[in-house]
């Protein structure tokens, strides 16, 4: 193996944790929030996963994977918002969205902290959060874990958790699919108990200790704690040569 790899910065970990949310998911729409899950879904689109969809947020699906401080050279469809909605409806999307709070049962907000009547601190508002959630897979990306991030309830409930999607009935539970939180100190999804969250990985270099410090509810545990992979050569070559030369990455990651 190359000694490049072993080079990788936190943050081209993340974003190489960030493509493989994206893995055997076929012709959908990613629709990542930030720098890092950008990164990670262009990334996707020029090795392991061809067909994924990226677009401008807008109204344009890209032909072709620029980088990340530039907009496509060339339009493969045009995307109005009332068929963005017809995408989310039939599951056809996986969204990355990023969030002030998520909880065990991975309810989570970016809406407000404090009262939602009179908040410490007003955020984005609900938005398509309780949609997406119900309606195909959510990733969620969190660039600095902490036990203010990972709290023991959210203050208030924008994208829905699993026990939440469960007790609202079939409507809501059918198509529901939280797939996996991806922080800078590892990757989680929802495999505990009831659902709940769990550790799936910890980024290399980072301890247990470091985790469950930063992480303010019980933690599940597999038997076996896996270490997230290093991006290989070709990924490490794509990241930083090609999407991401000003290396906005690390501003959203520190080393």
């Not at 600095?144 to 469960?166: C, L, T």
């Not at 929802?190 to 509810?217: D, I």
Request: negative net charge; glycine residues 8%.
């Amino acid at each position: 193996m190359p000694e490049t790899p072993l080079t990788a910065s936190r943050a081209e970990i993340a974003v190489a944790a960030c493509s493989d949310l994206f893995r055997g998911q076929g012709e959908i729409l990613a629709s990542p929030a930030g720098i890092i899950p950008t990164l990670g879904a262009r990334l996707a689109a020029l090795t392991h996963a061809p067909t994924l969809l990226l677009s401008d947020g807008e109204s344009t699906i890209y032909g072709d994977v620029p980088p990340l401080d530039r907009q496509s050279e060339f339009s493969a469809g045009y995307l109005p918002y009332r068929e963005l909605f017809e995408l989310i409806a039939t599951g056809k999307r996986h969204v990355v969205m990023g969030g002030a709070q998520i909880d065990r049962e991975g309810n989570h907000n970016f809406s407000a902290i404090g009262d939602h009547f009179q908040p410490h601190r007003q955020l984005l508002g609900s938005r398509a959060a309780a949609t997406n959630t119900i309606n195909h897979a959510t990733s969620y990306w969190f660039p600095r874990q902490s036990k203010r991030s990972f709290v023991p309830d959210v203050d208030f409930v924008a994208g829905v958790g699993n026990r939440r999607a469960q007790a609202a009935g079939p409507t809501a539970a059918r198509f529901h699919h939280l797939h996996r939180v991806i922080t800078n100190l590892g990757v989680y999804d929802f495999n505990g108990p009831g659902g709940t969250m769990a550790l799936r990985s910890l980024h290399p270099g980072v301890s247990l200790h470091e985790v469950q410090e930063a992480t303010g509810f019980e933690l599940h545990l597999p038997n076996t704690i896996d270490t997230t992979r290093l991006p290989d050569e070709q990924e490490l070559e794509l990241i930083r040569e090609v999407l991401d030369p000003a290396r906005r990455r690390e501003q959203e990651v520190s080393p």
